[in-house]
């Protein structure tokens, strides 16, 4: 079995159907680790592909927050006023959805969150080799796939010790040994490689492997402007950052 695990869309359809056209040559199954809304311009578009195509979904920041779960408070000037924007566009059903997605799932030995899986509902970012290391205690399975900070990222704990691994790259899973794996943004990169990202989890070999796609960033960028939505949002899907 082969999984598509994608993560962090952010209402970036022209991402969102670039990964999902890689992934076919690879994968029928998706896995999403939530934010399908929030920042983009195709917050309906990107609700109703991954309802259709994912086989298991849990709810990101952004999803909640758009559901009236999280308060607008608690995000950036920027982030705020494009959630306010997507509340608009998106009807009572939409939001009913994105509001009635669970914080965590299981697929396999494998448990799927969007940001920690220690106390999910607070939203802290795994980032540094202390912050993954620190989130073992908290699940019980081999694998745990999360997204939220954007950047792909490795942790693994075992007899030979901790390690810690950032950017693009393969992970093998080495017998007696508990992974972490950040497999990036879909629809807003911020490690300064403005393709797309997701992860290519192939069971049988026992590999993760993030991908990088190229999309049409620049489509993306005028409908953002379009929207008037502000301009930092389509500016740093050029820069990746």
């Not at 209402?11 to 056209?21: H, M, S």
């Not at 290391?133 to 745990?144: I, N, V």
Request: hydrophobic share 45%.
């Amino acid at each position: 079995m082969r999984y598509a695990v994608i993560s962090d869309i952010h209402g970036n359809f022209e991402a969102l159907d670039a990964v999902l056209g890689d992934a076919a040559a690879c994968t029928d199954v998706v896995l999403c680790l939530g934010d399908i809304v929030g920042y983009g311009a195709d917050p309906v578009a990107c609700v109703e592909r991954i309802a259709e195509r994912a086989q298991a979904i849990t709810a990101g920041n952004h999803d909640h927050a758009v559901a009236g779960r999280l308060d607008l408070d608690w995000f950036n000037t920027s982030a705020r006023a494009a959630l306010v924007w997507t509340r608009g566009h998106l009807d009572a059903d939409h939001r009913a959805y994105l509001g009635a997605l669970p914080l965590v799932a299981e697929v396999g030995d494998a448990i799927l969150v969007h940001a920690s899986p220690d106390h999910p509902e607070e939203w802290d970012y795994l980032v540094s080799a202390e912050d993954g290391f620190a989130a073992f205690a908290a699940f019980s399975t081999r694998l745990c796939l999360v997204g939220h900070s954007h950047l792909p990222a490795a942790w693994s704990v075992g007899s030979s010790g901790p390690e810690f691994r950032a950017g693009t790259f393969e992970v093998e899973f080495a017998a007696g040994r508990r992974y972490i794996v950040n497999v990036g943004s879909v629809g807003q990169p911020r490690d300064r490689d403005p393709r797309a990202a997701y992860g290519l989890w192939d069971v049988e070999r026992g590999t993760l492997t993030i991908r990088r796609v190229a999309y049409d960033v620049e489509r993306a960028r005028r409908k953002i402007l379009a929207a008037g939505l502000p301009r930092v949002l389509a500016d740093r899907l050029a820069w990746g950052s």
